[in-house]
């Protein structure tokens, strides 16, 4: 086993038992060295992994943000894996649009009416109506469909949709060079985000499912892709 290894195992052990939490810092570099009787360097490896990986947060200097801070943000380093194996051209884009598909429609079958995110939801759709800028447009569009992913309360498709739109975000904003008149595809995304949001609020999930995935498979279909 590689030296870094058995420090990535000591805190993934640390988690599972409780002993360290959320918000917790983990031991000075030096103290986890001779603990674990590896290098400091095996302890900085680890830690650099950490930190992609989303699990800690390196604060340099002093005060209350030094040190390393265990958090959780798992979309982190799903979305940076896709990105880059999208990338090699190892994973279809085709073949995350269809995901995507598959996991916004479940989201939005068991999203909660009574769910707070709906609150942001509404709030983002009235930022949408405000912009036809695609840059903005699309980024107001990523952030209302996670709302919507954590009205159905599962925290892991909520992970694992915000990796799925990271990883596609700079192809979406590509294809809409392919769009016949961007303005009207503005007025009629907003108009299917406003009925996805109403159907879910009237406590339709089957109705919010079929918008769903007619939303989304109707975007790259009039962008041109299959």
Request: aromatic share 4%.
């Amino acid at each position: 086993m590689r030296t870094h290894q058995v420090v990535l195992n000591w805190i993934e052990s640390q988690l599972a038992a409780g002993d360290l939490k959320l918000g917790d810092r983990l031991p000075p570099e030096r103290t986890l060295a001779e603990k674990l009787a590896v290098s400091r360097t095996s302890v900085r490896e680890a830690i650099r992994i950490l930190e992609v990986m989303g699990v800690v947060r390196v604060g340099v200097g002093s005060g209350p943000d030094a040190g390393t801070v265990a958090i959780a943000d798992p979309g982190m380093a799903l979305g940076l894996a896709l990105r880059l194996h999208v990338a090699t051209s190892h994973l279809p884009v085709g073949d995350i649009v269809r995901t995507r598909v598959l996991l916004e429609s479940w989201a939005a079958l068991e999203a909660r009416p009574d769910s707070p995110a709906l609150d942001e939801a509404a709030a983002l759709l009235d930022r949408m109506d405000e912009t036809s800028a695609v840059a903005q447009f699309l980024e107001l569009d990523v952030r209302f469909h996670l709302a919507l992913a954590e009205a159905a309360g599962n925290v892991v498709i909520s992970a694992i949709l915000g990796s799925l739109r990271e990883a596609i975000k700079d192809y979406g904003s590509r294809l809409t060079g392919n769009l016949p008149d961007w303005e009207a595809t503005v007025q009629r995304l907003r108009a299917e985000h406003r009925a996805i949001l109403a159907a879910i609020k009237n406590d339709d999930g089957s109705l919010a499912s079929q918008l769903v995935t007619a939303h989304v498979e109707g975007f790259y279909t009039e962008a041109g892709v299959a």
